[in-house]
């Protein structure tokens, strides 16, 4: 079946470390892949996005991301987290040719002093 | 950017009331949104996509009388949850994507906080 898997619910990181939060999919062919971030009481954000070409993604805030087609991954990554990182991760997948976007079911980034 | 904005983003209601929920994409045009609720925990699960001047489609196991979803323009869509009971208490957020851009990428609202005494 078609999935977004991340196997991390909960993570934390000392302010300043480097961060790298895992997603897997699982489709039969290489999907849309995004990275959403939810900031306490606000809606989800786009962090980045991968359609095709170069694997590895730049997003807003200094996040990155690296397609891994042998690996069926799509890892999040940042060389220093800071304080205001503190949020839920989703990633998600697209199919192409389809409309709905699935998720994974979201890492939670907690940011210690 | 894309803006959506959900309205009322906090509701209580009593129990066997119908509570409507609006889904607005405030400067692009959107012939499909997406309808989402969110346990708390838990990730996003779609309930229904929402098809401008057609019936929506619903996921499996969502009671499509239960919720019932209504997209008159390419704006604004609604979700209205009827005869609410306190197991309907959630997070419900759209999304919607421009048509413009063929990009893939969901523009979402802040979410809907039902909650059903």
């Known amino acids: 079946a078609q999935s977004v898997t991340q196997p991390d619910i909960h993570i934390t990181v000392s302010e300043g470390a480097s961060l790298e939060l895992r997603c897997n999919y699982s489709?039969?062919?290489?999907?849309?892949l995004f990275w959403y971030v939810q900031y306490p009481g606000q809606h989800l954000q786009l962090l980045l996005k991968?359609?095709?070409?170069?694997?590895l993604v730049k997003g807003i805030k200094g996040f990155e991301a690296e397609f891994i087609k042998s690996k069926f991954s799509f890892n999040l990554r940042k060389p220093s987290v800071h304080w205001s990182d503190a949020a839920e991760y989703f990633c998600?997948?697209?199919?192409?040719?389809?409309?709905?976007?699935?998720f994974g079911t979201g890492t939670k980034l907690q940011v210690i002093p | 950017g894309a803006v959506v904005s959900q309205h009322p983003s906090w509701v209580i209601c009593k129990s066997g009331t119908s509570v409507k929920i609006e889904c607005r994409s405030l400067d692009f045009q959107a012939t499909t949104m997406f309808w989402y609720r969110q346990f708390p925990k838990q990730s996003l699960m779609l309930m229904a996509t929402s098809n401008e001047g057609s019936k929506a489609t619903y996921e499996q196991g969502v009671e499509k009388d239960k919720f019932l979803i209504n997209h008159a323009s390419l704006t604004l869509s609604t979700l209205t949850v009827t005869s609410a009971h306190p197991e309907d208490s959630s997070f419900y957020i759209c999304?919607?994507?421009?048509?413009?851009?063929?990009?893939?990428?969901?523009?979402f609202g802040e979410g809907s906080r039902l909650t059903v005494l």
């Open positions: 999304s919607a994507r421009e048509i413009a851009r063929n990009t893939g990428e969901l523009f």
């Open positions: 489709y039969g062919a290489t999907p849309y």
């Open positions: 998600a997948a697209l199919p192409g040719g389809y409309q709905k976007v699935t």
């Open positions: 991968y359609f095709s070409g170069d694997p």
